[in-house]
């Protein structure tokens, strides 16, 4: 049996991963109070059911702090289980409930819906850390689906993931990041009117940065330093590691230092290539 937790904030995409879940052909279930997981996994063993997503979070009142220890519980019993927390920052989320509607789970009377996220924010701590962690701050919703979509088809028998990602540092830096390595110092290429509407996938941008001997050595020594340390990350038995790459605008240098050191690791380790800045 493979099984999915979701959890998170509310507003940062929980309902999507599960739909996404859903249609992958998951027997998803909401709101489960993690005590009744076991219980749960083993109904529905029993019942044949070989892929289950759950969403486990706040709602849950004070069971979701036994949600540790139920984990690993379950990964005595069942072959493939998996975490996946999704957060995003607050102003985003603020913006999400404005749009929506949508009450807060923890606004109360007298609570503002920024007090209730951070009271949310504080609840999760101990479980944000169970799992892959998704910063959906700056995603289209279809972003996030396919990113989803992109952990579900990971074997843990490949060993740890290893997602490469560019942003901007105008947007902020990913919640998700367990790496960050700054390439601001860098020529920038915005500043030609040519290459400004371009970015670090197109060739042109390519040929500027490759001139530059800088961007050379600072592709290598990031790449030396992976190299150097990857080993560390796998004997740590972690599912996944995500190294985040950052530039200004999250458009030319960081998306093609990006797009190089995931090309040198894509034969060593599975590789997830991600671009926050970028379109598509």
Same mark, same amino acid.
């Given at each position: 049996? #493979?099984?999915?937790?979701?959890?998170?904030?509310?507003?940062?995409?929980?309902?999507?991963?599960?739909?996404?879940?859903?249609?992958?052909?998951?027997?998803?279930?909401?709101?489960?109070?993690?005590?009744?997981?076991? =219980?749960?996994?083993?109904?529905?063993?029993?019942? =044949?059911?070989?892929?289950?997503?759950?969403?486990?979070?706040?709602?849950? =009142?004070?069971?979701?702090?036994?949600?540790?220890?139920?984990?690993?519980?379950?990964?005595?019993?069942?072959?493939?289980?998996r975490f996946v927390f999704l957060?995003?920052?607050?102003?985003?989320?603020?913006?999400? %409930?404005?749009?929506?509607?949508?009450?807060?789970?923890?606004?109360?009377?007298?609570?503002?819906?920024?007090?209730?996220?951070?009271?949310?924010?504080?609840?999760? +701590?101990?479980?944000?850390?169970?799992?892959?962690?998704?910063?959906?701050?700056?995603?289209?919703?279809?972003?996030?689906?396919?990113?989803?979509?992109?952990?579900? #088809?990971?074997?843990?028998? $490949?060993?740890?993931?290893?997602?490469?990602?560019?942003?901007?540092?105008?947007?902020?830096?990913?919640?998700?990041?367990?790496?960050? %390595?700054?390439?601001?110092?860098?020529?920038?290429? %915005?500043?030609?009117?040519?290459?400004?509407?371009?970015?670090?996938?197109d060739q042109p941008v390519i040929?500027?940065?490759?001139?530059?001997?800088d961007v050379g050595r600072m592709?290598?020594?990031?790449?030396?330093?992976?190299?150097?340390?990857?080993?560390?990350?796998?004997?740590?038995?972690?599912?996944?590691?995500?190294?985040?790459?950052?530039?200004?605008?999250? $458009?030319?240098?960081?998306?093609?230092?990006? +797009?190089?050191?995931?090309?040198?690791?894509?034969?060593?380790?599975?590789?997830?290539?991600?671009?926050?800045?970028?379109?598509?």
């Open positions: 049996m #493979q099984l999915i937790l979701i959890s998170g904030l509310s507003g940062s995409g929980k309902s999507i991963a599960l739909a996404v879940l859903e249609d992958a052909g998951y027997y998803c279930v909401d709101n489960l109070p993690a005590p009744l997981l076991p =219980g749960l996994v083993a109904h529905l063993r029993g019942a =044949g059911y070989e892929r289950v997503g759950v969403a486990v979070d706040v709602r849950g =009142g004070a069971s979701l702090q036994a949600l540790p220890e139920t984990m690993a519980a379950l990964r005595g019993e069942v072959e493939d289980v957060e995003a920052r607050n102003t985003t989320l603020i913006a999400r %409930f404005s749009e929506t509607r949508r009450r807060h789970p923890l606004a109360d009377d007298g609570v503002t819906l920024l007090e209730a996220i951070e009271r949310e924010r504080d609840a999760l +701590e101990a479980v944000g850390e169970l799992g892959q962690r998704i910063d959906t701050s700056d995603l289209h919703p279809n972003t996030l689906r396919v990113w989803l979509k992109d952990l579900i #088809q990971a074997s843990p028998a $490949q060993g740890l993931t290893l997602l490469v990602e560019s942003f901007g540092f105008k947007h902020g830096i990913p919640l998700d990041a367990d790496l960050v %390595f700054d390439v601001r110092c860098l020529p920038n290429p %915005f500043y030609d009117p040519a290459l400004r509407p371009l970015t670090g996938r040929d500027f940065l490759c001139a530059h001997e592709v290598q020594d990031i790449g030396n330093w992976l190299a150097n340390w990857l080993p560390s990350y796998m004997r740590d038995s972690r599912a996944y590691l995500t190294l985040a790459i950052g530039c200004t605008g999250g $458009q030319h240098r960081s998306v093609y230092i990006a +797009e190089t050191i995931a090309a040198r690791f894509q034969d060593q380790v599975r590789v997830l290539l991600r671009h926050r800045a970028l379109k598509s």
